[in-house]
């Protein structure tokens, strides 16, 4: 700005809108690699708590019920799943999003000199953005496809979290944290402060990305209302998503399954989770309808009398290896599911 | 069902989710060619408009005030380009969303036989979706990608209602609609309800979204809430996206620019619009500072005399060549986006 | 309309506005009646339930953790003051939304006749709803409050079910349901499906009175697009919360406390939920820092021998009358919160 | 804190919860406080401008399009009703908002002392609050109905901004602002950026309202992850309803009628604004169906010659009274709403 004879080229031809989105574009591009980076190594974490418990049996739940058995591993692969094809969408998102935007006052470059499509492009590669070769002014699609990335990022850290909530339950008790947050009142309570987090990050990008969107039905060729909107908005939005980042790292660091809470959790059941396992080794000797028929019965006398299932089927299907309830016989595709996944994250360039 | 030999295996080993979530991709594949067909007939007929109305001069709008000159046909090319994008969104999303659901009570596929993964591969090739090799129960991805792009579709058409509300004012009536909604009390109205409608579809696609995106939160290895709040809101955003387009082709089908209009609207501006054009024109003889400190002093004499703009430049700079402030040497980019536009249509496999 | 001498006078002077929003406060009308009606059945079944079990102990827990003891009457009060709290608002809530709208084309009543007030005023009083003396067609605010309430009536309910929806999990099961959903494939689970649909309903509130609350900015004199937003978000809201309501209903009918399985939750604290009341009491000997450091320790040595943290506190402080950490005699006000909640119900008029 | 004898009960028998609630809500009264004062200054505002234009004729717009006349203040009138019922809802509001909480870690008072109710009522008093006489934890109905009240302040604002943007457009001009923005680059151009912030506002607060109702779910006797919800939300909801405050009484201290574009609108209109009235008035000479073709005709006949619909009334039915036609003669009850609206804030006492 000292130089006046070049300062009076500054914001030449260009609108306000065009500094503010390509300035807005190069700081996502640094946001887009810090989160890819935290995504990266929050990934490895939980591959190797995939790899690790690939075989930790653990009651699998389905409206809060214990189900069938899974493991603690493949668990972990559902969550982990979900953000390594938020990793896998990213060189697509910064192609559909990284834009610079220099189009003047309307979008239509006319002060920009005899090859406005010239200087548009070599703007584009002097800061090494992609250039749309055309405005968006008014088509927020980039901004749109950026909010869907992080709203999704958060959902799928809130969907790991409410997981862990249920987890750190009394009654539960089956993962520990490192850190907990103290009780100002209640020594002998540690609050899942990190998880609690973490949902509210998910509820708050859900309701962002809302307003982003109502702002994408942004009027003519500018318009204030809907771009104010983004500002107020869309940093917010993506700073939701950093931060749940952030917290997700070091819960997930500091998580362990606990096996003692695990394996009693599978014992409370009375063996009623292996009901459908059950109900299937019976089809081997009978039509299925009737197995099922067969098992409730054996459900309902088992509950009547206060005895685990396997008792009751021992008496009345004496021939029927018991062998193949055991919890780690009873793990179908659980522990291939959670080192797929483990080895999906290794092979992530 | 009359072959009971047969009938037991129907819902063997799956749960009811994969029954129903398969079942929703096979709609959601018909789903999506028929957005698919009917978003290539809208920017199709947006690309006849972007073509015939390249060089169409009209007033560029900013925070709903004349900025400088554009074309009928850039502005066109703006709702299509969004829409474009949204076309070449597709495969990716088909890839990342049709996908078969095959994995038991909890995920793990433990009674579908010694080869889950075998079978669900099956089932994936004989109805056509693709096998994620996982389960996706508690992976709300599909469902989040699928809402994002629906809510995308509708936004784009919100803006493109929005822009067509504007014009289809009274004291503008830069265009004309085929179907208009009489008045039941005043004979001189012509409602515009096809964008008006839209743009209450739009705002209900950003609630449905936001809705969506909460439910992805899915607690555990499935989660009735969340689940029964995708039943009540995915559907209804489908619906909603499928509305909006059916609705936009016919609206863009009847819709003209009002050639009488466009141009009186450029008149009213008393050559304002032109300030910015003759900045830089001056700048070639002056620093630009200079220039605009000159056109904000005739731009205010312009005003005080009410006279036009351009009888204020003639007076004070006679050098001047006004020639090139005739509206269609001031359109810049605008033909030329237009035609890119509906050259990238023409391309549309 | 076979008399056609008065068939001319049907619509006269009204604009379709009127028609639409004066029948929609009929419906609303009839539905607040419903509603209030179930409100109050509901709060009768709240009110004998928390009766009941005003003195039934429960672990009371926070951020899911066993906090201190409550009672499960304490816990239906809150659930039951926050609906007896929307009832209260019933009556300010008609007023200002059970309103006649009657003024014609742009809300002038210019072509009612000579006293338009007067005809407003007429039809008011022969329908029976309230004369706002004035137009409100672009005036939403009886919208808001109307979707307001419904919206709060429907989160109250999902508190109440989110609750229950913990209470019923595996592990804990502290409540029953007489109605659950059987598994498809699994004989031993009862699913919560009653709960489950109630927080789906919840969170489609939410989204949906987003909606309408974006569409209250309605432009001009009367506004399509905002009008055609409240046509698809109002009454789906306000049959979200009815069917809240039913499904309430129903639940709470068949809801009952689990007495054993209250009962073993607190025993499986292991003492450690009478730690702020053990702190208490010391805080009687000696300063309450010091107190709260005694018992924190306390706690540690518990955890660490593996004991009921009482029988550390008798060996350490055989002075302290342990007969007061009896469950009955830690209940605080929650007794009396939940009698005092069954009378306010009493109260209703 | 220096009186270590005192400092000991310093949250004594509290939780944070309490804590935090309580002092939200001694900042909330404050809140309300410059609110309530902030909204009958803009009130006294919006009362004289429609005092002072009751009578200015203005043309009245519906679905954008010019429908009858009405008048300036009696637009300004139901941006003012609106507002004004959200002051009379300020005591209600206060009462069931402002309330004090004091009830322990679950929410029982338990370690309160022997009198827990007394603690709490002293406390009320002390800090004046209201006592709710029990606890409300785990109730966020105050917290619903504190953000309801604030966003459908914001949406009040925001239909009064729309309204505003919509008559600064170009072309337009029906109103001047004192504050504009100036363009970068266009020295024409004045930016109505005060409106367009409040629409921002005012979708922001729709939005943060959505994760306050979701947040509402509050689990169990304390919700971590529901109240961090509100922790961020909550405090944004009512900056934003503030600064929306804020923005709308300098803008309206700032806003004033352009009668000559009033008027011009209207003239701009060919008279077609007076078919409804002259249909009207035919219906006191035929019956009212025959009346409405005879104009529909005449409006028909006017457009097709380009010429003012009057001009042909006068030719067809030399009978009429064109005196009647005279805008003034044409508000119906736009004067009296505008006056009784500028009487009914005086009244507020």
Redesign the interface.
Known sequence: MQA??HA??L??????QDIADTALMLRVRQLLGLQDTALRALLRDLARLAHDHAETAM????????????SFG??V??WG??LA??VD?LP?LRD?VLWVSL??????????GPD??RVRADLAAAVGLRDP???W?????PI??LA?WQ??VT??L??M???I??M?????KTVSLDAQ?G???????????Q???I?????????????L?????????????????E???LPQLCLTAGSALILSGTMIAGLAPNAAALSA?IQ??DD??L???I??AL?HKM???DA?DR??AM?KEALAQDTR?LEIVKSQHPDLDLAQFEPAK?????P??AR??AARVSSLT
């Open positions: 006046p004879e009076q080229y914001h030449f031809g260009a609108t306000s009651v699998a739940r389905t409206y809060g019920q214990s189900a069938t058995l899974s493949a668990m692969a559902v799943n979900m094809d938020l969408a697509a559909g189009s003047g006052a309307a979008g239509t470059g006319s002060v920009l406005p499509d070769k055309r405005s002014h008014a088509d927020r699609g749109l496809r869907a709203t999704q959902a799928a809130g969907k979290a409410q997981d909530l249920i750190t339950q009394s009654g539960l947050g009780s100002s009142t209640m020594p002998q309570k540690e609050n899942p402060v998880p609690s987090a949902v509210a990050l998910a509820n708050m990008a859900a309701g962002l990305n809302a307003t969107t109502q702002a994408a039905q942004h009027r003519e060729a500018r318009d204030g209302a809907a771009w104010f909107t500002w107020m908005s959790q409370n059941t009623m989770i009901a459908e396992a109900t299937f089809a039509p299925r309808p099922a098992v409730k459900v299932l009873q793990l179908g595709s659980a291939h599911f797929d996944f």
